[in-house]
């Protein structure tokens, strides 16, 4: 897929939770100024425990070097939440996305609960990466 069509999917945020198991509703917005966020509530799995959170992020896109870059406007819990993908051109209709995830509560929890805390995160980034592989793959199936 063209690095281009790679980077609409991410850029298209009212329809992420179609795209992302985790993202349960996304919602955009953009003010006069130019100012973009978006309101996602995400969902989350901890053994036998499950629910749901919202998160209003400020969006900063550069088209150019086709990077998106989320941040917490108000990550309560978490003391620092980002998000950033970049999508790189590699040649021969061959792409690369980036995912970095920052995540630092504001109260460490205690070595054992980081254990855990540190596999959920480290899950949701493959479930996003493999959401986004999935959806590259039904685009592509599609177009032909």
């Known amino acids: 897929m063209q690095a281009d069509r790679l980077f609409d999917i991410l850029l298209d945020y009212e329809n992420c939770h179609n795209v992302f ?7 955009f917005q953009a003010d006069e100024n130019g100012n973009k966020q978006v309101l996602q509530t995400c969902s989350w799995t901890f053994m036998l425990f499950q629910g749901s959170f919202d998160t209003l992020f400020d969006v900063m896109e550069d088209a150019t070097k086709r990077t ?44 054992p609960v980081q254990k855990f805390t540190d596999k959920i995160f480290r899950k949701q ?4 990466v493999e959401d986004l592989c999935a959806e590259v ?8």
């Open 21 to 27: 198991r985790n993202i349960l509703d996304s919602q």
């Open 125 to 128: 980034v493959d479930h996003l």
């Open 68 to 111: 998106i870059r989320f941040e917490a406007c108000d990550s309560g819990f978490m003391g620092r939440f980002e998000v950033e993908w970049e999508v790189h051109e590699l040649g021969d209709e061959r792409t690369r996305a980036d995912y970095r995830l920052i995540v630092k509560p504001s109260l460490l929890p205690p070595p």
């Open 137 to 144: 793959d039904r685009r592509l199936r599609t177009s032909t």
